[in-house]
């Protein structure tokens, strides 16, 4: 009585094993160990399957190549609104030939989806640079011949239309948007974000469907923001003597250099660094003097050919967000008129910008 007793013990707990790998079988999660290949289309015996783990099998269905722990380095000119990322991109994702949990071959394409991961991010993506400022960016993908689908920060992408799948890898271009490169300041942004991809159970083939979820992976964005400057808004000067008061005009000019500092200094085609700036008519000169600075704070008094600042450029070039930064005055003193005589006089002012 005791020896059946036992034997029936031994069947019951051996049961339990069978009925936990069988419930394990029927979804599982994708570790991108073969991330390049095509799928395998090898299938073993159903009792393979009761005694070995089903993770490496779920890596015949799903793989992403050339994405995992890569860093795409852009150096953004800030002349394109999209920036294609990580050359090479592929994803495979495909199913079993049935439904049944044991036909491990790779036999059918599979539609998934995807997703972007970012903890900091809510409606978009965000890189960062050293100071901790951030740049909000936005990702696309598409696959060959397929139109982009647009991804939002932690979502899993659009459920229809699916993205199609491939028993053999699809090129893929995964692209970044800089929703508005004018506003850029100068520096390095980057963030690791993670990539992860779903398979047809959410998408509605369910008959090929392998169950496999990527684990994410993570891939690196660094983009590199070289300073740029500009100048621009300034016309030619006309003065009409005035032989009471200083003869002057002034007026207002932009220095764009996506918010970085530079310096300005001035250079007179008659003049030298001796004689300093110079109006001419052929035989006689006059003197002037030539201020400069920011808009909002007193002008300085320009020696020739002599740095002054740094100053603060503007963020958006030609100056169209706050309008003009900078400002100049060209005035001739009434003592240096005293003696001139009739005509014309003329010079050509070169104002030079540069960064810090």
Not at 68 to 83: H, K, M, N, R, W
Not at 178 to 188: L, S
Request: overall charge negative; some cysteine; aromatic content about 10%.
């Amino acid at each position: 009585m005791a020896q059946a007793m036992a034997a029936r013990i031994t069947a019951l707990l051996t049961m339990l094993l069978i009925i936990s790998w069988s419930g394990a079988s029927s979804a599982g999660t994708s570790y991108n160990s073969q991330p390049c290949l095509e799928g395998p289309t090898n299938q073993r015996g159903s009792w393979y399957y009761l005694f070995y783990p089903n993770a490496f099998n779920y890596d015949h269905f799903l793989g992403v190549c050339n994405l995992e722990g890569l860093t795409s380095e852009i150096e953004y000119s800030g002349d394109a609104t999209y920036v294609n990322l990580f050359p090479g991109m592929g994803i495979r994702s495909c199913g079993r030939q049935s439904n049944s949990q044991y036909q491990w071959g790779c036999r059918e394409p599979v539609a998934f989806r995807v997703q972007v991961i970012d903890p900091d991010a809510a409606t978009q993506f965000q890189l960062r640079n050293s100071a901790g400022e951030i740049l909000p960016v936005d990702f696309t993908l598409s696959l060959d011949g397929s139109p982009a689908v647009d991804l939002a920060p932690n979502q899993w992408s659009a459920a229809a239309p699916h993205l199609p799948g491939n028993v053999r890898l699809t090129p893929t271009a995964l692209q970044l948007q800089i929703p508005d490169p004018t506003r850029i300041r100068p520096g390095i942004y980057e963030k690791t974000f993670q990539f992860t991809v779903e398979q047809a159970s959410h998408t509605g083939q369910y008959y090929f469907d392998s169950g496999s979820t990527l684990a994410p992976i993570d891939f690196t964005v660094r983009l590199v923001i070289e300073p740029k400057i500009r100048i621009s808004g300034l016309s030619d000067v006309t003065l009409t003597a005035d032989f009471s008061d200083y003869t002057s005009s002034d007026q207002a000019f932009c220095v764009y250099s996506r918010n970085a500092e530079f310096t300005l200094r001035a250079l007179s085609l008659q003049g030298t660094a001796e004689s300093a700036f110079l109006l001419s008519d052929g035989a006689d000169t006059i003197p002037y003097e030539v201020l400069a600075g920011p808009k909002d704070q007193n002008a300085t008094l320009l020696d020739y050919n002599t740095p002054y600042g740094p100053w603060q450029g503007a963020l958006v070039d030609g100056c169209t967000a706050n309008g003009m930064n900078m400002s100049l005055e060209v005035r001739i003193h009434p003592t240096q008129l005293s003696d001139a005589r009739a005509g014309i006089y003329t010079d050509t002012l070169t104002l030079v910008v540069e960064l810090e």
